[in-house]
């Protein structure tokens, strides 16, 4: 009962009841890749054969999804995609610190390897930067924030499990906790605004002077110092023009930079974080844009739509038709959460179980990712009941291994009894 199960398995007949001194480690075989394993099950026991570490690790998570008895035959096992990913958006709620070790398990359980962690945003900013200490004096409300020690310690925990933690700090838009915290960053300096309690977008983005770009590269150089991952993502999406097109030095700005207008602008700011971040050896990412042609070099978070082609670009399929997992599970109710008169409690898009496992990404896509936002979920008990049975299915699209679905739902129930043994406490399954 794995979620998620196998891609190749050859089953011989008969079973072995499973026990560590029966376990022999064989040496290392690269044709495997890093992540690969083969499990060769015999009456004399259990051979574990892997391209390396990782795939030692994800060998010996299935042996124990297997149970106890382990039939005879052959697994040989590897993901489709390199990026399977689970976003956390922990700047409009902060989520704690225990919580998000928690997840990481989560993470591990489903042969999941990247948690990217949204810091910043209009709503909050979630991370310790000493040379700025205002963003989380003024901008870590409804919550607070991680310290360069927390971020050691999730990043640690992660790397034991094989989870690379990959941070967002989002510019030049969703930046409105920024701007509170330190008002030069603005288009209107003079105009104090506050760090937002409202959902949506924020019209107040970061000024497009130089100053502010060397804020955002100090910013990336600490980020860049805590986590060692390759990539460093910088949001750049819905970042509205209106602060650009009517703010003087805005106009006067473009004009110096050569830009033929607002709509530039957002293009311009990414492409100096990313040669930025290139300087160091990092790669950006960044969310996909209608609007905007990718920047060379960068990976594309795909969030509209469902395809990877983009001008050569790495692509990260994120679709919200697919892998946002704050849209409701099913169009009827589906929890008795009390509903709140002044603000609603959930989102109205709908994304069922069987749309999640339906998901077919291009292959040609550097991986894939579902999304955590947190508007709606105040809680890590409330992300937990909308992130599970979806996460679920979605490990099995990340593997690339789903098959038909109603051998996936009758895999299922055993595979969320296991987790609500160890006290995972995921939402109803709605097929």
């Not at 199960?5 to 079973?15: H, K, L």
């Not at 035959?73 to 709620?93: K, N, Q």
Request: one cysteine or more; proline letters at 9%.
């Amino acid at each position: 009962m794995i979620i998620p199960r196998p891609r190749e398995v050859a089953v011989d007949g008969g079973s072995v009841a499973f026990r560590r001194d029966l376990l022999r480690l064989m040496p290392d075989d690269p044709s495997l890749d890093e992540e690969g394993y083969r499990l060769d099950v015999s009456p004399s026991g259990v051979e574990l054969t892997a391209g390396g570490p990782a795939g030692r690790f994800y060998g010996s998570r299935t042996l124990s999804q297997l149970g106890p008895l382990i039939p005879y035959g052959t697994i040989e096992d590897r993901p489709r995609f390199a990026w399977r990913g689970v976003m956390l958006d922990v700047a409009r709620h902060f989520m704690p610190k225990a919580f998000v070790l928690r997840l990481v398990d989560l993470l591990a359980e489903h042969k999941l390897n990247v948690l990217h962690l949204h810091l910043t945003d209009d709503q909050g900013w979630r991370l310790e930067i000493e040379r700025y200490p205002l963003l989380t004096e003024v901008g870590a409300r409804r919550g607070g924030f991680y310290t360069r020690e927390d971020v050691r310690e999730i990043i640690a925990y992660a790397a034991e499990r094989f989870v690379t933690v990959v941070p967002e700090i989002e510019m030049p838009g969703h930046a409105q906790a920024a701007v509170a915290a330190y008002p030069h960053l603005g288009n209107d300096p003079s105009r104090a605004v506050e760090v937002w309690d409202e959902w949506g977008i924020s019209e107040h983005v970061l000024n497009l002077e130089e100053s502010t770009v060397r804020f955002c590269q100090d910013v990336l150089d600490e980020v860049m110092e805590l986590f060692p991952s390759t990539y460093v993502h910088v949001g750049g999406d819905e970042c509205p023009t209106t602060e650009w097109e009517r703010t003087p030095r805005a106009r006067e700005r473009l004009a110096e930079l050569g830009l033929a207008g607002p709509r530039d602008a957002c293009a311009w700011f990414i492409g100096r974080m990313a040669a930025h971040l290139e300087k160091h050896s990092r790669k950006l990412v960044c969310w996909d844009e209608p609007d905007r042609e990718p920047t060379p070099g960068t990976t594309v978070m795909v969030w509209r739509d469902e395809q990877a082609e983009r001008g050569g670009n790495d692509i990260i399929l994120a679709p919200h038709t697919r892998t946002y997992f704050d849209y409701r599970p099913s169009a009827a109710p589906f929890d008795d959460q009390p509903a709140d008169p002044d603000r609603p409690t959930v989102q109205e898009s709908v994304l069922t179980l069987a749309d999640t496992y339906a998901f077919a990404p291009d292959p040609a896509a550097r991986g894939v990712q579902c999304q955590l936002w947190t508007e709606y979920m105040p809680t890590p008990e409330r992300v937990e009941f909308m992130a599970l049975p979806r996460m679920c299915a979605f490990a099995e699209v990340a593997w690339g291994s789903p098959g038909d679905y109603p051998d996936f739902l009758r895999r299922l129930g055993p595979h969320l009894a296991r987790l609500s043994a160890q006290g995972v406490r995921g939402g109803p399954l709605i097929p």
